[in-house]
């Protein structure tokens, strides 16, 4: 009897091969089409764009890919926007932790995305140029979109049933009350253009330079108060898909989200991309440099309606609501969310202190390279275990007084974020 039940278990045993085949076609029946379009007028020169579409987590692993959309506003001369364009998708990637899976490497980005941007910002600064830039930076893996931007180049995702939402924060002095008493405080003075008899005209700007943008990269003469840190937004899409628009501020100075994102309904991305443009210059003129990306994220079978939600929630069928969870939620919450088109929120952080953003490593592992050595968070040099400062030394912001808690920062990157949050000058000179 208990040789019957055995040969029975055997059989019901299914191949290690024929289990991973399984999982791989089910991916990739999951897996949306991603399709987009791009479209600009040129006032100034100085807006650039990064599309890449073959990225891969696992080299020579296709079912790997992931796709990377920006947009660089620069301002005060080209520079760092070409910079930045060439150099932060390397040095994003270069923070992401090796050989993890999906799941940990999505979980990872939002941090790996602050350290690039930092480590951009302060590489071009050490260049001695005075040019600065924004960047909204877009990296699609399947259903989960994650942004990071700083500056006021936005970017808006355009759901089933016309609702809109903002993924980004637009970093202008004028409307943002939080960076203005963040600049304040860390040395920066905030004030509008005084003219001739003391009247004072135009928006906001942080004073010496007068720059409107409390975030950017690049930016050397204007002061270190203007940090590199980004805005981080991480969402997954119900499996209805979605359309991202991301674009400079010559579309958003002309076009609400909500006009962009109906001035290009039922257009392929591509022709999206040019009619909001047009719509933007109809509206405005050619007043500044001009430039959109339209992505369409598509479900797999998008020539059938989506399925109907329960009866119960007929109502929420054309809402977009979002819902943040903990990274341990359950798939059936997923599930549940995707099949009545609800985007969920996984992730949002917007603070400015690179000690909250970085965050804490729970062991000493996770500070360390492969060789064995400490790595700095920022710029991943190796660094001797008596090197490394951690992260959280002397702040206000930290959870614990141990200082062999990382993550760990190199000397210059620690009197980067001291200059950051206006403890001490940055050291670096302007030619």
């Known amino acids: 009897m208990a040789s019957r039940e055995g040969r029975r278990h055997h059989h019901d045993l299914v191949p290690l091969a024929a289990l991973l085949k399984r999982e791989m076609k089910s ?40 796709s990377v959309f920006a947009i660089f506003d620069g301002h005060n001369g080209n520079a760092a926007a070409i910079f930045t364009r060439e150099h932060l998708l390397n040095h994003v990637l270069g923070a992401l932790p090796r050989g993890h899976g999906r799941d940990e490497w999505l979980q990872a980005l939002p941090r790996a995305l602050v350290a690039g941007f930092v480590k951009t910002d302060k590489e071009f600064q050490s260049r001695g140029e005075t040019s600065g830039t924004t960047a909204t930076f877009v990296i699609v893996d399947r259903w989960t979109v994650t942004v990071a931007s700083v500056g006021d180049s936005r970017c808006i995702l355009d759901t089933q049933g016309g609702a809109v939402t903002t993924l980004t924060v637009d970093h202008r002095l004028e409307e943002n009350i939080e960076e203005r008493e963040r600049v304040t405080a860390s040395g920066g003075e905030v004030g509008r253009l005084s003219i001739a008899g003391g009247a004072e005209i135009g928006p906001l700007r942080c004073w010496p330079g007068g720059l409107c943008l409390s975030r950017s990269i690049g930016d050397m003469d204007v002061g270190e108060f203007i940090v590199p840190i980004p805005y981080v937004k991480q969402v997954k899409l119900s499996k209805a898909g979605g359309r991202l628009i991301i674009a400079s501020d010559g579309i958003w100075d002309a076009l609400s989200s909500e006009m962009a994102a109906k001035s290009c309904r039922g257009l392929p991305a591509e022709l999206a991309a040019m009619q909001v443009v047009k719509e933007a210059l109809r509206t405005r003129g050619l007043k500044d440099d001009t430039t959109c990306i339209v992505v369409d994220i598509i479900p797999p079978d998008n020539e059938l309606p989506p399925p ?53 490593d729970d062991n000493l592992n996770s500070g360390h390279s492969t060789s064995g050595l400490f790595v700095c968070a920022v710029c991943q040099v190796d660094l001797a275990p008596s090197e490394g400062i951690s992260v959280h030394a002397g702040s206000i912001f930290s959870t614990s007084s141990k200082p062999w808690q990382g993550p760990f920062l190199c000397s210059d990157c620690r009197n980067k974020k001291d200059a950051m949050e206006g403890k001490r000058p940055s050291g670096v000179k302007v030619s």
Do not use: W
């Open 27 to 66: 991916e990739k029946m999951e897996k949306p089409t991603v399709r987009f379009g791009h479209a600009a007028q040129s006032k100034k020169g100085e807006d650039y764009f990064l599309i890449k579409t073959d990225c891969q987590r696992v080299p020579g692993n296709s079912s790997s890919s992931f």
């Open 308 to 360: 109907p939600p329960p009866p119960k929630r007929n109502k929420l069928r054309d809402i977009l609501l979002f819902r943040k969870r903990s990274r341990e939620s359950a798939s059936k919450l997923s599930k549940k969310l995707s099949a009545i088109n609800i985007v969920e929120e996984l992730f949002e952080e917007g603070s400015a202190m690179l000690a909250e953003r970085l965050g804490n």
